[in-house]
């Protein structure tokens, strides 16, 4: 795992590694002030030699800059590598995902996949600055600390060998708990996305069955989650402040009580006892520092683990990039084909079917029963799980995926409008689509009366997911995006559910008179959306049970004939 993420620090590598350089400098020189403000007191102040004053106090001056420029310098690259990891963790995560199957996006939850490209790489990043700065500062502060007083010193430091393990027990005891409650409360960043991602993307929805007072409460408790865990957290992590000074205090009394003998018996200097109460300070704090970097990284662990899984995830469906280019015609062929979206369930069970170039099929059956996924196996959103998918005369799996959805053009139920302009939207479907060709398409799909009405036409404005546009419209233009792309086969789920009956029956006439080459499926909860096709398929529990032409299923079909009879007869009485 660790490979995986440290692997995307790739051109940031020589700020990652100049940082603990930066660290080194400093740590020098913060050790080296101690002994040398012990050197102005016993060489210079008690002998009043104004002239060791004078040089030692400008050598500390440097010290102090340096000590402060290092300082900067390491946390300007700290920075500078842990932004440029987190973005390329972001950068090829995107990727990854857009590489992803409908399956694998089904996997993972898009909530889950935006936590992972956004609250989990804001830790990774704060970790590995951490990492960076602190492994290699702390440690070595410890060591040249610890060598410092052991040369000043000399016994005196023996009295950490108390100090140190009555703090780490505290650091100890007082990190553990708080690991738990800070995992907790990053868990929660996982609803809490989910949570604002669905209110937001649906708030239009939340207003119109007026939720807002329950979302809110939804929201709150969520949000109450991260707040408690942080809040339990923290209150313990109060307790570290007083237990670094206790053990600082201790110590400071301990090595004066020493150290005053020491000075007395004239093996100790009072500038050297000066220097070893900073270092102590020095010597506890690195300590505290290296246990504040675990937890930060156990924190982290999670979302580590979260950030790796995406990226070392292969797409589960082969893009097949070499496979053949050229879709021979508009034909379909379902041979024995089953498929599920778990591993034991079965939404479609042994479909088999034909549909010839250029015929236009409707798909009719009550929610649930498989249309949407019938025709995803087409253009390939999934694959079967048993049986084969032709299209063209040839298994869908032979195609490269590109050329497939070039070919197949699906108008999915929950199809969206991107922020742009008309045009822009349309050209979706084909970059290079002429003026012309836009018209053509417009015209089809019934888009042209409206969009002639706006002031702005072709280029008046679509805000984000098309809201300033009647789900009428929006519908139509996604036909129209749809035909764009000139493709051989072209499916309507439901697309024109929004869409009036004449409008519906002219964009039917359309299709048949002015792409007559093109395969038409309509699925259709309206009978009238599908009673001209060539075919009828009827779909119940993941089967084809019944198909035929208009004429044929009224005259067999008891459920057609019902559902004609309730739908007509609701027509001509409204
Ligand atoms: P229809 O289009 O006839 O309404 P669908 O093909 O959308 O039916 O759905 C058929 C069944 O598959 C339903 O039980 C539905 O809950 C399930 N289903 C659809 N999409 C998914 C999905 N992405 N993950 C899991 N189950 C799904």
């Known amino acids: 795992m660790l490979k995986i993420l440290l692997s995307r620090v790739r051109e940031y590598w020589k700020y990652a590694a100049i940082t603990p350089l930066f660290m080194v400098g400093e740590v020098a020189m913060e050790v080296?002030?101690?002994?040398?403000?012990?050197?102005?007191v016993d060489a210079g102040i008690s002998n009043t030699d104004m002239d060791v004053v004078r040089r030692v106090s400008i050598m500390l001056v440097a010290a102090a800059m340096l000590?402060?420029?290092?300082?900067?310098?390491?946390?300007?690259?700290?920075?500078?590598?842990?932004?440029?990891?987190?973005?390329?963790?972001?950068?090829?995560?995107?990727?990854?995902?857009?590489?992803?199957?409908?399956?694998?996006?089904?996997?993972?939850?898009?909530?889950?996949?935006?936590?992972?490209?956004?609250?989990?790489?804001?830790?990774?990043?704060?970790?590995?600055?951490?990492?960076?700065?602190?492994?290699?500062?702390?440690p070595i502060m410890f060591i040249f600390a610890m060598i410092m007083v052991w040369h000043n010193g000399?016994?005196?430091?023996?009295?950490?060998?108390?100090?140190?393990?009555?703090?780490?027990?505290?650091?100890?005891?007082?990190?553990?708990?708080t690991h738990t409650y800070f995992t907790k409360a990053f868990k929660g960043y996982d609803v809490f996305n989910r949570v604002v991602q669905e209110n937001l993307g649906g708030i239009r929805t939340v207003k119109a069955y007026v939720r807002e007072d329950q979302q809110q409460a939804i929201f709150n408790d969520s949000a109450a989650v991260i707040r408690d865990n942080f809040k339990k957290g923290q209150r313990i992590m109060a307790f570290t402040s007083p237990i670094m000074m206790s053990v600082t205090f201790a110590c400071i009394i301990a090595l004066s009580y020493l150290g005053a003998r020491y000075i007395n018996i004239g093996q100790l200097q009072t500038g050297e006892l000066l220097s070893i109460y900073t270092y102590t300070f020095q010597i506890l704090s690195s300590l505290l520092m290296v246990g504040m970097v675990i937890v930060m990284m156990s924190i982290s662990w999670a979302s580590m683990q979260r950030i790796a899984e995406v990226l070392s995830s292969e797409p589960s469906m082969d893009p097949n990039p070499e496979g053949e280019k050229?879709?021979?015609?508009?034909?379909?062929?379902?041979?024995?084909?089953?498929?599920?979206?778990?591993?034991?369930?079965?939404?479609?069970?042994?479909?088999?079917?034909r549909i010839e170039s250029g015929q236009m099929i409707g798909i009719l059956g009550p929610t649930g029963s498989g249309k949407t996924t019938l025709i995803s196996l087409i253009a390939r959103l999934y694959d079967a799980k048993s049986g084969t998918v032709k299209v063209g005369g040839r298994d869908v799996r032979s195609y490269s995926l590109k050329a497939l959805r070039d070919n197949v053009s699906v108008v999915l139920q929950k199809n969206t409008l991107f922020t742009g302009t008309v045009a822009e939207n349309l050209r979706w479907g084909n970059p290079d689509a002429s003026d012309e060709a836009i018209r053509k398409a417009s015209d089809i799909a019934s888009v042209t009366p409206f969009i002639s009405s706006?002031?702005?036409?072709?280029?008046?404005?679509?805000?984000?997911?098309?809201?300033?546009?009647?789900?009428?419209?929006?519908?139509?233009?996604?036909?129209?995006?749809?035909?764009?792309?000139?493709?051989?086969?072209?499916?309507?789920?439901?697309?024109?559910?929004?869409?009036?009956?004449?409008?519906?029956?002219?964009?039917?006439?359309?299709?048949?008179?002015?792409?007559?080459h093109l395969t038409k499926i309509i699925i259709s909860q309206?009978?009238?959306?599908?009673?001209d096709a060539d075919q009828i398929f009827m779909m119940?529990?993941?089967?084809?049970?019944?198909?035929?032409?208009?004429?044929?299923?009224?005259?067999?079909?008891?459920?057609?004939?019902?559902?004609?009879?309730?739908?007509?007869?609701?027509?001509?009485?409204?």
């Open 32 to 40: 080296l002030i101690p002994t040398l403000m012990a050197y102005v």
């Open 67 to 138: 000590s402060l420029s290092f300082g900067m310098l390491g946390a300007w690259s700290a920075s500078k590598a842990s932004s440029g990891f987190a973005k390329n963790i972001r950068h090829d995560e995107y990727a990854k995902v857009m590489s992803f199957s409908f399956a694998d996006i089904d996997r993972f939850s898009t909530p889950s996949l935006i936590t992972r490209m956004t609250t989990d790489v804001q830790n990774v990043q704060m970790s590995f600055q951490m990492m960076i700065r602190i492994c290699v500062r702390a």
């Open 154 to 177: 000399g016994a005196l430091s023996l009295v950490f060998a108390v100090a140190i393990p009555v703090l780490a027990c505290g650091i100890y005891l007082i990190f553990s708990r």
């Open 326 to 353: 050229e879709v021979a015609d508009g034909s379909i062929e379902f041979d024995h084909v089953s498929f599920g979206y778990g591993r034991d369930s079965v939404v479609l069970d042994d479909i088999s079917l």
């Open 454 to 516: 706006m002031k702005d036409g072709f280029d008046s404005h679509v805000d984000q997911g098309g809201t300033n546009f009647s789900g009428g419209q929006r519908q139509r233009l996604c036909i129209a995006r749809a035909l764009l792309k000139d493709p051989r086969i072209l499916i309507l789920d439901d697309s024109t559910s929004a869409v009036d009956t004449a409008t519906d029956a002219q964009i039917r006439r359309a299709l048949r008179e002015d792409v007559q």
């Open 526 to 531: 309206r009978l009238s959306s599908i009673m």
């Open 540 to 574: 119940s529990g993941g089967r084809i049970v019944d198909r035929g032409t208009h004429a044929e299923l009224m005259e067999r079909n008891a459920e057609y004939r019902q559902l004609y009879e309730m739908q007509e007869g609701g027509r001509k009485n409204a």
